[in-house]
Nanobody, 127 residues
Framework: QVQLVESGGGSLQAGGSLRLSCAVSGDIYSNNCMGWFRQAPGKEREGVAAIYTDGGSTYYADSVKGRFTVSRNNANNTVYLQMNSLKPEDTAMYYC????????????????????WGKGTLVTISS
């Protein structure tokens, strides 16, 4: 059974940095990508960063390019999201997920696109 457990969220002021972690257990070798997604209060869930198994390609939403970096450590089955220069608009619940395709930004029925989801970790950025 696949489990994804996020950690590293917190509250801090704008301009600061956080690193989120997603510990993965179970067989996901057939899945092609690991992604980070977020959902702000009153808004739809959206993709912000993804890393693909095949070649390690990374993708980012325009809103986080240059500030966020996704990486993975295969030795300990963990995916990271380094977030720098945080802004109040980055406030959201952050989720990691895995599937064959990790769309960036908003797409309809996003939760159906990915195969497995974690429960999320909350990031709150104050101005």
């Amino acid at each position: 059974q696949v489990q994804l457990v996020e950690s590293g969220g917190g509250s801090l002021q704008a301009g600061g940095s956080l690193r989120l972690s997603c510990a993965v257990s179970g067989d996901i070798y057939s899945n092609n990508c690991m992604g980070w997604f977020r959902q702000a209060p009153g808004k739809e869930r959206e993709g912000v960063a993804a890393i693909y198994t095949d070649g390690g390609s990374t993708y980012y939403a325009d809103s986080v390019k240059g500030r966020f970096t996704v990486s993975r450590n295969n030795a300990n089955n963990t995916v990271y999201l380094q977030m720098n220069s945080l802004k109040p608009e980055d406030t959201a619940m952050y989720y990691c997920a895995t599937g064959s395709y990790c769309p960036m930004g908003w797409v309809p029925r996003l939760t159906d696109v990915l195969d497995y989801w974690g429960k999320g970790t909350l990031v709150t950025i104050s101005s």
